[in-house]
Nanobody, 122 residues
Framework: VRLVESGGGSVQAGGSLRLACTVVANNAVINNVRWHRQTPGSQRELVATINPLVGSQGLTTYADSVKGRFIASRGTTNTMYLQMNRLSAEDTGIYYC??????????????WGQGTQVTVSS
């Protein structure tokens, strides 16, 4: 099992980016997906969560700093997304996804993506 992130990049303030987090595994069940960011000089911050097993859209929560701007969602396969809108320079950092994953015959384990850089210029 591994998590592969994509979608980072550079954007001007006010712009948008969409991050993707794909769970690479056969017959995987994914739970409790979290999006974190590491900003320069700060501790890693949890910015959004999605529980894809709840309801048809998943259950989401957001940090106050991104509420109303970021949207966590599930894709049609093993991919989760973080849509980031109205970005500002304070959103610059490395974004990581993590998820609890189980495959047939194994228990739940937490896995992390490799991180993707988001740079917002003012």
């Amino acid at each position: 099992v591994r998590l592969v992130e994509s979608g980072g990049g550079s954007v001007q303030a006010g712009g948008s980016l969409r991050l993707a987090c794909t769970v690479v595994a056969n017959n995987a069940v994914i739970n409790n997906v979290r999006w974190h960011r590491q900003t320069p000089g700060s501790q890693r911050e949890l910015v959004a969560t999605i529980n894809p097993l709840v309801g048809s859209q998943g259950l989401t929560t957001y940090a106050d700093s991104v509420k109303g701007r970021f949207i966590a969602s599930r894709g049609t396969t093993n991919t989760m997304y973080l849509q980031m809108n109205r970005l500002s320079a304070e959103d610059t950092g490395i974004y990581y996804c993590s998820a609890y994953v189980t495959v047939v015959g194994e228990g739940w384990s937490e896995f992390w993506g490799q991180g993707t850089q988001v740079t917002v210029s003012s």
